[in-house]
């Protein structure tokens, strides 16, 4: 889904909130998006942070803190220490470190404790709580907290000496501890060959019946560690501990550190750690018996793939809305800390925000009785793998969401999930699927039916009690054996409902939106339909939940990025290549892989995994030198065909080089390749892809014949999706409408798709309903078929607009595709949001075509004396990418100097303009505040220099510790 866009000058648009929205808008017949203007709501809520320790402190003994216990102890809690006569008047927050006393995880340690009584505002003095007492070369660490809100007990859980366990008990909210207990002789036999076992950092949980559960991560020592885990459970308040059985041991499924929680359903879920290192998606498996056995793990993919580290994972549940919460590093490397809520249970997480963009590592979450919602973490320094300080951020449900969500108001909108796997469901041969157990299911079983050939579906019924329209989405099980299936529903294909849901390595589940869907009260039919073989060759069909979602803001964009480093997204598929290099700084995640010039034998390939079928701008990621290649060929396989981008890797490394936009299909089907043909070193570092936009077509929801007779036809090759509707010339009398689905308002890009033929209209007349009116535009449907042809730019406010199409035409007239693609915040040279500052331009150039809209300004190679200026009016805090448009030729400057003006200060990026000519060039991210932010371009350059266009596109959140950071 967008992200509600930004404010454009020139426009009056008053939204007071994302679902009103009142728009006046002046313009011309072709709606200019330079003159368009959308507010979006401030940021909202409260955010602060304290430092607990800081491993550059001299005072202590101590050169690294590292690795965190984390828990509350409520208001309210009895204290075992009174008899359980007394309670307590607040909240005790507990946070708990290593020391170390070295730079290593096999240092000597000690575990450090602080507490705060007032909210995690202030904090008392660090004490030493468990001292190592292990011999040099073995340690101590590990901590981990549990807290028994019945009784009010606190455990403290750590890894002591020789693969020993140990657990300390507190009666008055950790002010005391009582002596350790040795649990070791629990693990006096391991099966899986495990050696050594740690309770998993952070905190265990009460289950709703009183039962305690701990999770403690296993490994066996050598070089490929067994990896695995199994709980500590006690059922009488700590007085004893046996152990679950583990997790069903698989080396596919290497899982370490890990979080539990318990689903409103009463299933316990664990999540935890991909292994030692790399990029990957989490694991997860479920227990239906309060944590004593355990499901076949599988892949957890409800957030994208981020570098292995221990993370953070709470349900926070308030009044009616049940939510989890989400911590870690959302990135390939140990930064970015990102906090996300989820509204179904973990299945998928609709909304983000980001702490801190800078160095970050393990984290942990809490909340408190009032809400406040607790963050520990590591972060800052120049390690890799450990912090320079540890800190708690606090923060309300408002500053996560951004004011989507409150405890007083809660989300705005209305979810309701449906079971598949019922007795009702059938397939094309009148039979039942076949509905297997599943625990990691979300109802405890699944479809699983073998298609035999195309065409063949399953269909389930679902009752929808309230007429209006909703977010539809299907949570399917993922394995090798998939086919690629259209989603119907009551004989109308879905907006995007088109998946692959193949997963070559492993298995999963994952939740694929499929667009927004009016619906009538009453029953219904889903189905999906084997459209093609799944891209692993299977045929089989399984999906689990349908999700339906009536009414509030629109969930955070869609993006992907596929690293180098992440197994699943990347390979190298011909050729030898430097697959660990890390010489040259700008590299996204901890390395990239490289090659020499060659003549294109040697190939890697990344493969973003789409979650919602549409169109996304790729952009690619590398660390720039002098001995890269000039003309780096990027390959991108999409929807549509295939296109090749030629990058100049000596420059413009270390951010996001947008290649362009294009369509694609949910599941692995997207691909971008990188060959060694060229004239330097080729890097291959990471591809990322956010949605912008999507397609409506003819055979889907979103599509409807208003009047006359339209013929479904594939006569004429080259149609998009099934067919394509057509007519013959005529007065206006036959007409056909599109609702392309617009999430969030603001200015995008219409294109249409047909097939061109010789008896085709050369005037076919389109009709563009958008927030300022109407603007016809005639398109000669004898040429350009099958591509997407441009209508150009217009504001849509959320969920309207429409584009019309009818037979007032000079021949037949084709009705096929329309899709939009989100242009952000555009400041063009044509526009009053662009001014000369000083010189002489000339403002009105148009010999080079590929020019933003109606012309281009131009100025010959000066010393600076020569400025123009862009003006964007930036909607809400938050980082943006800054990207620009030009016209390329041969007697352009080599240096452009764009000057952005954002939160931090001033940054000058340099573009060679004589080449990538009419398409979006980005300048890297910025911090903007909330109003009005410049770029500037001056003639100090070696040629001509180009002022067209500058746009700002949304990516994040910012807060107080990331407004001035820009990369």
Not at 468 to 497: A, F, K, N, W
Not at 584 to 596: D, E, K, N
Not at 696 to 723: C, H, I, K, L, R
Request: aromatic letters at 10%; one cysteine or more; hydrophobic letters at 35%.
């Amino acid at each position: 889904m967008l992200r509600p866009p930004g404010e454009r000058p020139g426009v009056l648009v008053a939204m007071l909130r994302l679902t009103l929205v009142s728009c006046i808008v002046a313009m011309g017949t072709l709606f200019s998006p330079a003159s368009a203007a959308v507010a979006m709501p401030s940021s909202a809520g409260s955010f602060s942070e304290t430092e607990l320790w800081d491993a550059t402190d001299t005072n202590d003994p101590y050169v690294r803190m590292h690795v965190q216990a984390f828990a509350v102890v409520p208001a309210g809690t009895p204290l075992p220490a009174s008899g359980g006569q007394e309670a307590l008047a607040g909240d005790v927050v507990l946070a708990v470190t290593e020391g170390r006393k070295s730079d290593c995880d096999c240092a000597k340690k000690d575990l450090l404790l602080r507490r705060s009584l007032d909210g995690a505002r202030t904090w008392s003095a660090s004490v030493v709580v468990v001292t190592d007492d292990a011999p040099e070369g073995d340690s101590i660490g590990s901590p981990s907290l549990l807290v028994d809100g019945q009784i009010g007990a606190v455990f403290l859980f750590y890894r002591g000496a020789n693969a020993s366990t140990f657990v300390k008990r507190s009666d008055d909210a950790g002010a005391t501890w009582g002596a350790r207990v040795n649990l070791s002789s629990l693990y006096a036999t391991n099966p899986n060959g495990w050696t050594s076992q740690a309770p998993t950092p952070g905190h265990g949980i009460q289950l709703v019946n009183g039962r305690l559960l701990m999770p403690v991560s296993h490994k066996a020592s050598g070089s490929e560690p067994r990896y695995g885990v199994d709980l500590l459970l006690s059922d009488d308040h700590g007085v004893s501990w046996r152990r679950s059985a583990p997790i069903p041991f698989s080396t596919s499924y290497p899982i370490g550190e890990s979080r539990v929680f318990q689903r409103s359903d009463g299933a316990v879920v664990i999540n935890g750690r991909w292994g030692a290192g790399g990029t990957h998606y989490r694991i997860t498996s479920t227990s239906t018996d309060g944590g004593a056995t355990w499901s076949a793990p599988v892949v957890d993919d409800s957030v994208e793939q981020f570098v292995a580290v221990d993370a953070g994972l709470i349900r926070y549940t308030r009044g009616p809305v049940n939510r989890i919460l989400y911590s870690r590093p959302d990135s390939a490397a140990r930064e970015n800390m990102t906090v996300s809520v989820s509204y179904d249970e973990g299945a998928s997480y609709r909304y983000s925000r980001v702490v801190n963009p800078g160095p970050s590592y393990y984290s942990d979450l809490a909340s408190l009785a009032d809400g406040t919602i607790l963050l520990i973490y590591g972060r800052d320094g120049d390690s890799r793998a450990f912090p320079e300080r540890i800190a708690v951020a606090r923060f309300d449900l408002e500053w996560l969401t951004n004011g989507r969500d409150s405890l007083a108001s809660g989300p705005g909108f209305v979810q309701r999930e449906y079971e598949l796997a019922i007795p009702q469901a059938r397939t094309n041969t009148g039979g039942a699927p076949q509905l297997v157990s599943d625990a990691n299911a979300g109802g405890g079983k699944v479809i699983r039916h073998g298609a035999n050939g195309l065409g063949d579906y399953v269909e389930v019924p679902f009752d929808v009690t309230t007429a209006g329209s909703y977010e539809m989405s299907v949570r399917q099980h993922r394995r090798s054996d998939r086919g690629r299936i259209r989603t119907s529903v009551d004989g109308t294909d879905l907006p995007y409902g088109r998946v692959d849901p193949t997963m070559t390595k492993g298995e999963g589940f994952r939740l694929y939106p499929l667009g927004v869907v009016t619906l009538a009260a009453g029953m219904h039919w889903i189905r999906f339909t084997l459209v093609d073989a799944g891209r692993g060759g299977g045929k089989v069909i399984a999906p689990d939940q349908l999700m339906l979602i009536s009414g509030g803001p629109a969930a955070d964009p869609l993006r992907t990025v596929a690293d180098n480093n992440a197994p699943a997204g990347f390979e190298i598929v011909s050729g030898t290549w430097d697959t660990d290099a890390t010489g040259v700084a700008g590299y996204y995640g901890q390395f990239y892989a490289t090659h020499p010039a060659g003549t294109g034998g040697a190939v890697a390939r990344f493969r973003p995994d789409v979650r919602m079928t549409g169109t996304y701008e790729v952009a690619v990621w590398y660390p720039a030198h002098s001995n890269r290649a000039s003309n780096a060929p990027y390959v991108v396989k999409h929807a549509d065909g295939q296109a090749t981008f030629r990058v100049d890797q000596r420059t413009e490394g270390g951010r996001w080089v947008v290649l362009g936009a294009f369509s694609f299909v949910a599941g692995d089907t997207a691909t971008v390749e990188l060959s060694d043909d060229a004239d330097g070193y080729v890097v291959a570092d990471a591809v990322r892809l956010v949605r912008l936009g999507g397609v409506a077509d003819n055979s889907a929801t979103g599509f409807e014949m208003v009047s006359g007779s339209w013929n479904p036809a594939t006569g004429v090759s080259g149609y998009y999706g099934q067919d394509y509707r057509t007519a013959p010339a005529g007065t206006g009398a036959s007409k056909v409408r599109w609702r392309p689905d617009v999430p969030a308002s603001g200015v995008y890009q219409v294109a249409v798709w047909y097939t061109a033929d010789g008896n085709r209209a050369s005037n076919a007349p389109y009709v563009v309903n958008h927030a300022g009116g109407s603007t016809t535009i005639r398109i000669d449907q004898r040429t350009r078929g099958s591509q997407w042809v441009s209508l150009g730019y217009f504001l849509f406010a959320v969920g309207t607009g429409t584009v019309e199409l009818s037979d007032d035409a000079d021949g037949y007239v084709v009705a096929d595709a329309v899709r939009l693609i989100y242009q952000g915040v555009v400041a063009d040279n044509a526009s009053t949001s662009f001014s000369v500052v000083t010189g002489t331009w000339n403002t009105n150039a148009q010999s080079v075509p590929g020019y933003y809209e109606r012309n281009y300004a131009t100025s010959p190679a000066g010393t600076g004396a020569a400025k123009a200026r862009w003006t964007l009016a930036v909607p809400t805090s938050g980082v943006y990418q800054v990207a620009v448009w030009y016209t390329a030729d041969g007697n352009r400057a080599s240096n452009a100097p764009y000057v952005v003006n954002h939160a931090g200060g001033s940054t000058t990026v340099r573009v060679d303009q004589r080449s990538r000519n009419g398409r979006w060039v980005s300048l890297g991210e910025y911090s903007f505040a909330a109003g009005v932010a410049t770029v500037e371009l001056a003639d100090d350059a070696n040629g001509y220099v180009i002022a067209d266009a500058v746009r700002i596109l949304y990516q994040r959140s910012a807060n107080a510790s990331n407004s001035g950071i820009h990369s």
